[in-house]
């Protein structure tokens, strides 16, 4: 395959292709393609994007749609360059985020399937082949909020994906979970750092309380329910996490340079406080500053008139 701009392009048209031969033939290429790749320059990777996009755009029929999707996914386990499986993934972020907005109401359940697919295989490449190392759960980490969940481009623009996104990652982290067993829980706690960030700086009410309820709610909730009682250890460490989380929480909220809205600064206090609740169920005990947390909705919260007070934060 020769290695240009022109070869990429070719697989951007037969990945897009309207026979199905043509672009299952095309996808096998550029399976085996990408596997023998060290780097791929980033346009390159969302051109590929492009035809990926539209040869699922093409699948018809469920069980046609799921395999494709796993397939789509499935390529992240195959690639041994980390490189090239940051570039996929990232690109796999964009293209979704900038395509979107464009989907018709007869494929969105589809695409919405893939988007799951695509953050449960995550999850397990990160911990079948990086064994959750820190360093690696941080920079996949980063590269959601940055080309998912914030952007490039106007935080408007992608208000759906985002929505999906936190309707999702509670399903796809719990679909893992077996595989953070024994695991400490910063790692749980890493993988939270997206969504917390979107507390601190996005600007859209429907957004915040997505997060909040789906992602921060939700995540934990469901590993809760599927812990046996007798289950201590892991209870423990998901009691830990949670403190991880409303710490950091907490030290956003604090930061007046990073969080100029008051109405951010209230829900990343209310997560506090939700955590606080929660890791107590889970089997940890609350300290003092999270008591008094509880208790007055922390140091300086501003209320919910405050923060509805300011014009620059109304849509």
């Known amino acids: 395959m020769v290695n240009n701009s022109n070869a990429n392009s070719k697989f951007t048209r037969n990945l897009a292709h309207t026979e199905v031969e043509v672009r299952e033939k095309a996808f096998k290429n550029l399976t085996k393609w990408l596997q023998s790749r060290e780097d791929i320059p980033a346009l390159d990777m969302l051109r590929i994007w ?40 990232g690109g796999f972020l964009s293209t979704m985020r900038r395509e979107w907005f464009g989907i018709d109401k007869l494929r969105l359940d589809k695409y919405m399937m893939l988007v799951r697919t695509f953050l449960t295989y995550l999850f397990r490449y990160l911990g079948e082949k990086n064994e959750w190392e820190v360093a690696r759960v941080e920079k996949f980490m980063s590269m959601l909020l940055e080309r998912g969940l914030l952007g490039a481009e106007d935080l408007a623009a992608g208000i759906g994906f985002n929505l999906h996104l936190a309707d999702v990652f509670a399903a796809a982290f719990k679909d893992v979970e077996g595989h953070l067993a024994g695991q400490s829980a910063i790692i749980r706690a890493t993988a939270m ?83 606080s609740k929660k890791k107590k169920k889970a089997g940890g005990k609350r300290t003092r500053e999270e008591e008094t947390e509880a208790e007055t909705g922390g140091s300086g919260r501003a209320t919910q008139e405050e923060a509805e007070a300011e014009p620059s934060d109304k849509k």
Request: aromatic fraction near 8%.
């Open 50 to 89: 492009k035809g990926l996009f539209y040869a699922f755009w093409h699948s018809d029929l469920q069980p046609v749609q799921a395999d494709l999707a796993d397939r789509l996914a499935n390529i992240i386990l195959l690639l041994d360059n980390v490189e090239v499986c940051e570039e996929y993934f």
């Open 193 to 275: 750092e997206p969504f917390i960030q979107v507390l601190a700086r996005h600007p859209n009410e429907t957004v915040l309380k997505r997060v909040q309820t789906e992602v921060f709610e939700g995540t934990f909730s469901q590993l809760l329910q599927e812990l046996p009682k007798e289950a201590e250890e892991e209870r423990a460490c998901i009691a830990a996490a949670q403190e991880i989380v409303a710490a950091r929480a907490r030290q956003l909220a604090e930061d007046p340079d990073l969080v100029k809205s008051q109405k951010n600064r209230r829900y990343l206090y209310e997560v506090c406080t939700m955590l």
